[in-house]
């Protein structure tokens, strides 16, 4: 059910696909980060990427790769049914905008790991439009239940995301490793990582 403004590319771990999809996002919010990068740049303000508090480390894992600092990552506070409660969200977004820091994006669970927890993706989705952030989903363990007419209320908003993940790997008996990332930005994708050499050039 996504608009066909989203292409999709096929990665083995959605941990690959939230590191990608971070990326990205630090490309449509860092000016000229593939060039300049992040080091040294006094102008450039501490980033700030937001996820639940039940999010899947793999999140957390990004933002260090990427250079941005485990003190990047704001864990969101969870509600009693362990979802990210978006007024918590916008608050902390909030502080972090008066602190001179520079959100970029948030990483909303769809089916935790731990809970199968469904973090309110169109409240995020709103704060998201309001700030200007990248949206991802990480749908890797839920998202595919939504094939079940009963169940499609699981990716309701999800359409509104920069990016959103499922892995078929996990529900769809797919014999190996595969994650499909799927992109509205896919130009900042490839603005982030592509890189052809003479010699692929034919």
């Not at 704001?74 to 978006?86: G, K, L, Q």
């Not at 948030?106 to 949206?135: E, F, K, N």
């Not at 994708?189 to 050039?201: E, Q």
């Amino acid at each position: 059910g996504l608009p066909s403004s989203f292409d999709g590319v096929i990665y083995d771990t959605a941990s690959i696909s939230t590191l990608h999809a971070l990326a990205a996002a630090r490309e449509m919010k860092v000016p000229d980060v593939r060039r300049k990068g992040l080091s040294g740049r006094a102008e450039l303000p501490r980033v700030r990427i937001y996820c639940s508090e039940h999010a899947h480390s793999s999140v957390d894992k990004a933002v260090i790769l990427l250079g941005h600092g485990h003190d990047a990552v704001c864990h969101v506070p969870a509600d009693a049914d362990f979802s990210m409660r978006a007024d918590a969200l916008d608050a902390a977004i909030q502080r972090d905008l008066a602190d001179g820091l520079l959100p970029i994006a948030v990483v909303a669970t769809v089916g935790s790991t731990s809970t199968t927890s469904i973090d309110p993706v169109p409240a995020i989705a709103d704060i998201c439009d309001r700030y200007q952030l990248w949206l991802h989903i990480d749908a890797a363990y839920g998202g595919v239940a939504a094939a079940v007419p009963d169940r499609r209320f699981i990716l309701d908003a999800c359409d509104r995301a920069h990016s959103l993940v499922v892995n078929p790997h996990k529900w769809l008996f797919v014999p190996f490793d595969l994650s499909a990332l799927y992109c509205r930005r896919m130009d900042l994708l490839r603005a982030a990582f592509s890189l052809t050499p003479d010699y692929l050039v034919t």
